[in-house]
């Protein structure tokens, strides 16, 4: 079981129920034990009245005139029985007409009550009684007819039940309410977090119930040193980049002075390595710049970061002039990505294409499961052996030399941490080198 | 050509302002942001050399200052900073062109050509006028099929000249895009040289104005 909200209400409600069908219990007992202490008081009323008329009849059947013994003692099969046993002689009411009580001689002073089956399948509760009867041992037994008490108790039982059902039944809607009220914050808690990852939102909202309030404000603080690492991590490298490129500069500038012209064996080498280095680290800053798809990045509007890059790149190239086509489907295209990482990316493989275009650079974007972004020109492109070896991953850098180089194998770098790839080959259309991107979404 | 350049490494400062005045540049260099959009605003400057990474202000405040204020010289970025978000950040900024370190001499040279020219509407390629060719890299001037040298004040001006062809220029506006800020200023030096391009190019290339300045007719 997994879900907290499926735990806590099963628990909950399997308690409920055992406390009804205890309370259930309890009072359909003590109702019937009452019902039949009752019972038993009237029996015992009965008694006294018959010993009372004893006293007095003589001979002992005139017993059954007496006045004050009830109607319901002389109507065959009434539900209500005596039967007196004095010595050998037996008197029994008329209301048992032909059949008779089954009862022990009992000694006198003791009274017992005991349940036996009566006449017409009647349930009886007997009261038998050991009296002294003008110096004799008699033993009296009075019945009475349970089963109307029964079945007027099975009814209660019943009503009382289906009340008793009702109550729960609102109970348990009454608790999953209150569990689905208690739960909200929970549930408010991890769309945030859905929202986080999306970077629609930053942090988790702080207005929860005092008992998580602990555990959103650290996670909170969790999120904001990643970002506040991952920013420092980044213009730390910048200023790295930055500090070490104007020396490097100043070194290039140098290697090239004329008066070094004399000796090429040293001025060569200088340029090459100075070359290299700059290569070196403008590769490996820009890899170590790279957020990747792990961190939160937001929805970015593809078509906007395209038409951006486009202004930026003919900026640069505006000696050349150079016609773009662009082919996309219809609607935003929306993709989650670090927008560093994909203006990087889209920059690189874009001004790679205008670097080496005559005059037309197309543009294809497609999205389904994965985003699909052709970029294709049409200048001299590559042969089969070049177009294996660009991008590949590993390449050392002394060897991708000026060119087709460098742009694209940042590029493919950022491809391959967002799980994507570049792909390379001669364009159909247009004759120059065509490169596909494709990135898949990130879930 | 007056130029302003905008870099806060001094090494890096002396030799641009070495090499871009021996392409025969007038250069003013300053380091630091604050400096930088004041210059900039006060000077009439022919392009700037713009660094982001600045002290007081960073190089996008005072280029989008400057864009703001309707300043509209070309500017080029020229920066470590090489990432496409902030190339892109550069040009919405209003930057003409862009230029990463580690970068080359020639190449900040032939950017800012291009940027100067596109100013002035000029096809890129050589400067021309009928037969008389400016070569910029030798900073010479070929009339038909002879060469005549130019001193270093007299290619400046030359080229000024042939930049805005047909229009007035007052002497202080030759001054101005002819010398560097601190420079000892004499608008009467504008005479004597232009007296010396018309010895060496004939005296219908540059027409007086009585009163406003110089029109370079060019040759017809």
């Not at chain 2, 392009?47 to 864009?67: F, K």
């Amino acid at each position: 079981m997994r879900s907290l909200r499926a735990r806590l209400g099963l628990g909950l409600a399997s308690g409920l129920l055992v406390v009804f069908i205890l309370q259930w219990l309890v009072v359909t007992l003590a109702i019937r034990h009452i019902a039949e202490a009752f019972v038993a008081s009237r029996l015992e009323h009965d008694a006294d009245t018959i010993v009372a008329a004893l006293q007095t009849a003589t001979p002992m059947q005139s017993l059954l005139e007496d006045p004050r013994l009830a109607g319901v003692f002389h109507q065959p099969y009434s539900g209500h029985y005596f039967r007196i046993t004095i010595g050998d002689r037996v008197v029994r009411s008329r209301s048992l007409w032909d059949q008779d009580l089954a009862v022990d001689r009992a000694p006198s002073g003791a009274q017992l009550r005991i349940q036996q089956p009566g006449p017409q399948n009647q349930s009886l509760l007997v009261l038998v009684r050991g009296v002294l009867l003008k110096e004799q041992e008699a033993t009296l037994a009075v019945a009475e007819d349970l089963t109307p008490l029964r079945s007027e108790l099975q009814r209660f039982n019943l009503q009382y039940a289906i009340v008793s059902g009702g109550a729960l039944a609102v109970l348990l809607l009454i608790q999953q309410f209150a569990l689905w009220l208690g739960l909200r914050p929970l549930m408010r808690i991890r769309a945030e977090l859905d929202e986080v990852k999306d970077g629609a939102r930053e942090q988790l909202s702080e207005r929860v119930p005092h008992e998580m309030q602990s555990f959103v404000r650290e996670l909170n603080a969790a999120l904001a040193t990643l970002r506040e690492r991952l920013v420092r991590s980044r213009r730390a490298l910048g200023n790295l980049a930055h500090a070490l490129k104007t020396p490097l500069t100043l070194l290039s500038d140098l290697s090239s002075d004329k008066r070094l012209g004399r000796w090429p064996d040293i001025r060569r080498p200088m340029q090459t390595h100075t070359q290299s280095i700059a290569n070196l680290i403008d590769r490996e800053l820009k890899r170590a710049r790279l957020a990747g798809a792990a961190t939160g990045a937001a929805a970015l509007d593809v078509q906007g970061l395209i038409d951006e890059l486009v202004t930026t790149i003919t900026a640069i190239h505006r000696e050349k002039a150079v016609a773009v086509q662009r082919e996309a489907p219809r609607g935003r295209i929306v993709f989650r990505a670090d927008r560093e990482d994909m203006l990087e990316l889209l920059g690189n493989v874009i001004d790679n294409a205008f670097k080496w275009a005559h005059a037309a650079v197309r543009l294809n974007l497609a999205i389904n499961d994965s985003l699909r972004i052709t970029v294709e020109d049409d200048g001299p492109g590559c042969d089969a052996a070049r177009l294996r070896q660009i991008g590949r991953r590993g390449v050392r850098l002394d060897e991708t030399v000026p060119g087709h180089g460098l742009g694209l194998a940042i590029a493919h770098d950022i491809a391959l941490s967002y799980r994507g790839q570049l792909a390379f080959d001669r364009s159909p259309s247009l004759g120059g080198l065509r490169v596909v991107i494709t990135l898949p979404k990130y879930n | 050509m007056r130029l302003l350049v905008v870099e806060d490494d001094a090494e890096l400062r002396g030799r641009l302002k070495q090499s871009l005045a021996r392409a025969g540049f007038a250069v003013d260099a300053v380091d630091n942001g604050v400096e930088a959009g004041y210059l900039g605003t006060q000077e009439p400057y022919d392009a700037v050399v713009l660094d982001l990474g600045l002290p007081g202000r960073s190089g996008l405040e005072v280029l989008r200052q400057w864009r703001n204020d309707a300043n509209t010289v070309p500017v080029v970025i020229l920066t470590a900073r090489d990432s496409w978000q902030e190339k892109v950040e550069g040009f919405k900024a209003g930057a003409d062109d862009y230029l990463a370190k580690p970068f080359h001499m020639e190449e900040l040279m032939a950017r800012l050509n291009a940027v100067i020219r596109r100013r002035h509407a000029q096809p890129g390629g050589e400067l021309r006028s009928g037969d008389l060719v400016l070569d910029e890299e030798r900073q010479t001037v070929r009339r038909g099929t002879h060469n005549l040298e130019l001193t270093a004040t007299e290619f400046r001006l030359l080229r000024y000249f042939m930049l805005h062809p047909g229009r007035t220029l007052s002497k202080s506006v030759l001054t101005e895009h002819v010398y560097e800020y601190d420079a000892d200023k004499d608008s009467n030096v504008i005479e004597a040289y232009v007296r010396r391009l018309r010895q060496k190019l004939g005296r219908d290339v540059i027409r007086t104005r009585r009163g406003q300045g110089y029109v370079f007719e060019g040759i017809r």
